[in-house]
């Protein structure tokens, strides 16, 4: 995800926009946990579109450390299995914002639970102000509340942050009726509508947060996030993905 290409701010399909990256993401070949290797590819591909004139805002799941919906499916309390999950979000965007200022980016982790030793709590008007000063903010623990999965809570951000779109970094690159992987002849779509997503269960993400993208009408565009060079181009328009909206 490394791009050199030079970009005018004009140029942008999509100018301030929210990536939405699972914790699985960030575990690279490891199988557990973080790999800053892995995290330091990524920073690369959000660092250049960024010195370009993007304004870019994060959301990282916390998969790769714990999940609430796992930690409840073993008898733990759902509630507190998910707060769980929610600091394992905060771990994933220190880390990430470790990777980005170590290759010169400033970057603000803002938190939907108050930690104030370790990062800033989330505030609206600071972090739209940090994405002005060409800052890259970090939104982590979810929506601070129990029974919302981070998908929901970057709908939310994408939302408040009166984003262009939100933009699902994934392992293919983009939409299909199936998992590509499991199955070979599975139909790739290059769009779709919120409503052709719930209604044929895609499992793009999951439901209330498709709804609450639909209804603030920003298009949620879903890329290989691995592939290099395609942060670049899904903000320029060229890049491979699926675009879903509401035509």
Request: glycine content about 10%.
């Amino acid at each position: 995800m490394n791009e050199t290409t030079e970009t005018s701010r004009s140029d942008f399909r999509y100018k301030r926009v929210l990536l939405k990256i699972s914790g699985e993401a960030l575990m690279g070949d490891t199988g557990f946990g973080i790999d800053m290797a892995t995290c330091g590819r990524f920073a690369k591909g959000i660092a250049a579109s960024v010195k370009a004139g993007a304004e870019i805002c994060l959301v990282i799941g916390g998969g790769n450390i714990f999940r609430g919906l796992a930690g409840a499916a073993q008898g733990m309390e759902r509630a507190q299995a998910d707060h769980m999950g929610m600091l394992a979000t905060v771990m994933n965007a220190l880390a990430m914002q470790s990777a980005l200022e170590a290759i010169g980016v400033p970057t603000r982790v803002q938190s939907a639970i108050p930690m104030h030793t370790v990062c800033e709590p989330f505030i609206r008007r600071k972090a739209i102000r940090h994405m002005e000063k060409g800052r890259i903010v970090i939104f982590a623990a979810g929506t601070g509340n129990p029974y919302f999965t981070t998908d929901t809570g970057a709908a939310l951000r994408a939302a408040e942050m009166g984003c262009d779109a939100m933009l699902k970094g994934t392992q293919v690159d983009g939409v299909y009726s199936a998992d590509p992987k499991k199955v070979p002849d599975a139909d790739r779509y290059d769009e779709l509508t919120y409503q052709d997503v719930l209604a044929r269960d895609l499992r793009v993400m999951d439901a209330s947060a498709v709804s609450l993208l639909r209804d603030s009408n920003i298009p949620i565009v879903v890329f290989n996030l691995h592939e290099e060079g395609s942060l670049h181009n899904v903000l320029t328009g060229q890049g491979v993905c699926t675009v879903i909206s509401n035509t």
